[in-house]
């Protein structure tokens, strides 16, 4: 596809349920970004990849929080015993590298209901 | 801490008329910006940058301005188009950072 896919676009799920979002990137993008976006607020960066590796974790949420990417191409984020302030539009972004100010290409996002 | 601030929630605009969207920031590290717009049940898409070496970057009919001393930026859309009604966040990076800090977000209604 011509941009960034994410599924499911929207997810229910109970609370303590383990979930987990795709991210398709762009073909050949190096870089990889999730955000969270809690209602009413801004995008808050969690994680990035460079190729297959994730240098930084400090950006995610808890330890409930994990990711990972393989073939420097489909990326999964997640969520373990989910709680209901995980409530949010997980999107994914990609770059073709990590060099700064690089455009970002943002997928749909994957709204999650925590109940 | 909010280090990037969007006060308007919200800014209703005539078709045809300007539309200013305000963005402040704290971080005195930031030195480059970035308006983003966003449709419902989309990504944000990336609308237009600027460096701190500039204070304007024109691209059709959006221009974006930077007041380093106010720590404040503007995006203006002129003549604006119902099209033109979404979300626009403001973001910025430090030091070549790929991070990115977004706003809030101003949710742009233009009124045909």
């Known amino acids: 596809g011509a941009g960034v896919s994410q599924s499911p676009s929207n997810k229910v799920t109970e609370k303590g349920k383990d979930v987990e979002l795709r991210c398709d990137p762009i073909s050949g993008h190096t870089a990889l970004y999730w955000y969270r976006q809690r209602l009413g607020q801004g995008l808050e960066f969690l994680i990035y990849?460079?190729?297959?590796?994730?240098?930084?974790k400090s950006g995610l949420p808890s330890d409930r929080f994990s990711a990972e990417r393989t073939g420097e191409s489909v990326s999964t984020l997640t969520i373990q015993r989910t709680q209901q302030e995980d409530s949010a539009v997980y999107l994914c972004?990609?770059?073709?590298?990590?060099?700064?100010?690089?455009?970002?290409?943002f997928g749909p996002g994957t709204r999650l209901l925590v109940l | 801490d909010q280090q990037v601030k969007q006060n308007s929630p919200s800014l209703s605009v005539q078709e045809g008329r300007i539309s200013i969207l305000n963005c402040d920031y704290t971080?005195?590290?930031?030195?480059?910006f970035l308006w983003y717009k966003k449709y419902p049940a989309e990504g944000p898409t990336f609308l237009i940058s600027i460096s701190s070496i500039k204070d304007k970057n024109e691209d059709g009919r959006f221009t974006v301005f930077l007041n380093k001393s106010a720590k404040h930026l503007s995006l203006h859309i002129v003549p604006s188009q119902p099209g033109d009604s979404a979300v626009y966040f403001c973001?910025?990076?430090?030091?070549?950072?790929?991070?990115?800090?977004f706003g809030k977000g101003t949710k742009l209604s233009v009124i045909p």
């Open positions: 990849f460079q190729g297959n590796s994730a240098p930084d």
């Open positions: 973001a910025a990076s430090s030091g070549g950072s790929y991070q990115l800090t």
């Open positions: 972004a990609s770059s073709l590298t990590l060099l700064g100010r690089e455009t970002q290409y």
């Open positions: 971080n005195s590290m930031f030195d480059y």
